[in-house]
């Protein structure tokens, strides 16, 4: 049976927060809200797609706790995550007179949560806001811990800062309404959990795939709230990334940057660090010493999970690749920093890793036997 609700708390002292998983959490939107004493006006920021499926619900559930919701409603996809957007709603928020005892809501997946965010962290030189993500990448990942931030042409989430939610609520019935594609994405961060952090994750997941892939409540919740719980102990220890924090980004060096040079059209976020992780897999082999087994069972997951495992790059791409890599927030002095694994469940962070096994990995993935790509 499933439980009610499970809560998740986040430690940060004076910024400490909840993070609420279960179902039918939407409705309680404006409970939440009220009784943390966030005001009376908020903007709730979504998407068109979001829109269309959670504005009456959302609307309901904020007014009948007395609080004025207005909406700002974006473009859907990471295409919309940058300043041009930023600063059309930051003159939505002007217009609609939001004031620094008011709040935003971030209601839909990472580029909502991400963008919603730093406007409010940057809004009135910043304001409260809450997570109520829609997509399971943002469940587990991105709407916890406080990264908010937009891309630029030269790298995602080049500009961005630190601004912690008041809450999050993880409504698992919002996942219902996903796309086998977006649905299959999401399962590329839960995965990099038990790679990183938990091998008895990673074990759950090898023997409770299907269930999840058929979208079951149960297994879902307990899923959904370990990561956050993850998440949660690592931001407790490090909130800034100077440094555990780094361990999160397992896949995403490789990973950001194809998304960059596709202009962040050709995959799904998911997708791309699914890719990366792949690599990172290897060159965890290569550098770190991972045994085959863990790296066979890492690459067997993703591809159980339906997600792509491969990517084949020509010259030009693969050198815009490598500069995108140097653009990325972890590099050093030019030198592409990487987090590599020693066996599932415990990896280290700022790797520099040779260029060499950089492309000699990247080759490999165009030879890869397994074959999802998009």
Same mark, same amino acid.
């Given at each position: 049976?499933?439980?009610?609700?499970?809560?998740?708390?986040?430690?940060?002292?004076?910024?400490?927060?909840?993070?609420?998983?279960?179902?039918?959490?939407?409705?309680?939107?404006?409970?939440?809200?009220?009784?943390?004493?966030?005001?009376?006006?908020?903007?709730?920021? =979504?998407?068109?797609? +979001?829109?269309?499926?959670?504005?009456?619900?959302? =609307?309901?559930?904020?007014?009948?706790?007395?609080?004025?919701?207005?909406?700002?409603?974006?473009?859907?996809?990471?295409?919309?995550? %940058?300043?041009?957007?930023?600063?059309?709603?930051?003159?939505?928020?002007?217009?609609?007179?939001?004031?620094?005892?008011?709040?935003?809501?971030?209601?839909?997946?990472?580029?909502?949560?991400?963008?919603?965010?730093?406007?409010?962290?940057?809004?009135?030189?910043?304001? %409260?806001?809450?997570?109520?993500?829609?997509?399971?990448?943002?469940?587990?990942?991105?709407?916890?811990?406080?990264?908010?931030?937009?891309?630029?042409?030269?790298?995602? %989430?080049?500009?961005?800062?630190?601004?912690?939610? &008041?809450?999050?609520?993880?409504?698992?019935?919002?996942?219902?309404?996903?796309?086998?594609?977006?649905?299959?994405?999401?399962?590329?961060?839960?995965?990099?959990?038990?790679?990183?952090?938990?091998?008895?994750?990673?074990? #759950?997941?090898?023997?409770?795939?299907?269930?999840?892939?058929?979208?079951?409540?149960?297994?879902?919740?307990? +899923?959904?709230?370990?990561?956050?719980?993850?998440?949660?102990?690592?931001?407790? #220890?490090?909130?800034?990334?100077?440094?555990?924090?780094?361990?999160?980004?397992?896949?995403?060096?490789?990973?950001?940057?194809?998304?960059?040079? &596709?202009?962040?059209?050709?995959?799904?976020?998911?997708?791309?660090?699914?890719?990366? #992780?792949?690599?990172?897999?290897?060159?965890?082999?290569?550098?770190?010493?991972?045994? #085959?087994?863990?790296?066979?069972?890492?690459? %067997?997951?993703?591809?159980?999970?339906?997600?792509? =495992?491969?990517?084949?790059?020509?010259?030009?791409?693969?050198?815009?690749?490598?500069?995108?890599?140097?653009?990325?927030?972890?590099?050093?002095?030019?030198?592409?920093?990487?987090?590599?694994?020693?066996?599932?469940?415990?990896?280290?962070?700022?790797?520099?890793?040779? =260029?060499?096994?950089?492309?000699?990995?990247?080759?490999?993935?165009?030879?890869?036997?397994?074959?999802?790509?998009?």
């Amino acid at each position: 049976m499933l439980r009610p609700m499970r809560k998740v708390k986040v430690s940060l002292g004076d910024r400490s927060y909840s993070i609420l998983v279960g179902t039918n959490l939407l409705s309680r939107l404006g409970l939440e809200c009220r009784s943390r004493g966030l005001g009376n006006r908020c903007a709730v920021v =979504t998407d068109k797609h +979001v829109d269309g499926l959670y504005r009456k619900a959302a =609307t309901h559930s904020l007014e009948s706790a007395g609080i004025e919701p207005s909406f700002i409603t974006i473009e859907p996809g990471e295409t919309a995550k %940058n300043l041009k957007s930023v600063n059309a709603c930051y003159d939505q928020l002007a217009a609609q007179r939001l004031e620094r005892g008011s709040f935003i809501v971030a209601l839909g997946g990472g580029v909502v949560g991400d963008l919603a965010g730093f406007l409010a962290a940057t809004y009135l030189r910043g304001i %409260n806001f809450v997570q109520v993500p829609t997509t399971l990448l943002a469940h587990v990942d991105s709407s916890v811990g406080g990264k908010v931030g937009v891309n630029l042409k030269a790298g995602k %989430n080049l500009v961005g800062a630190f601004h912690q939610p &008041s809450i999050v609520l993880c409504d698992l019935d919002t996942l219902d309404t996903l796309s086998e594609r977006e649905f299959r994405a999401g399962l590329a961060e839960v995965i990099k959990y038990g790679i990183i952090y938990d091998a008895a994750l990673f074990r #759950q997941l090898e023997r409770g795939l299907d269930a999840l892939l058929k979208r079951e409540k149960a297994p879902l919740a307990k +899923v959904v709230a370990r990561c956050c719980a993850i998440k949660a102990e690592v931001v407790a #220890q490090d909130e800034k990334e100077g440094g555990l924090r780094a361990i999160l980004n397992f896949g995403h060096t490789i990973g950001h940057a194809l998304e960059a040079i &596709s202009s962040y059209g050709k995959y799904l976020h998911g997708e791309a660090i699914s890719i990366g #992780q792949i690599a990172a897999a290897r060159l965890s082999r290569r550098i770190q010493g991972l045994s #085959q087994s863990d790296e066979t069972r890492i690459e %067997n997951l993703f591809v159980r999970a339906g997600l792509p =495992t491969r990517v084949v790059l020509g010259k030009r791409e693969r050198s815009k690749l490598t500069e995108a890599m140097r653009m990325d927030k972890k590099a050093r002095d030019g030198d592409v920093r990487f987090v590599l694994a020693d066996r599932i469940g415990r990896v280290h962070f700022g790797l520099n890793v040779p =260029t060499e096994h950089i492309h000699s990995v990247l080759d490999s993935l165009s030879e890869s036997r397994h074959s999802r790509s998009r």
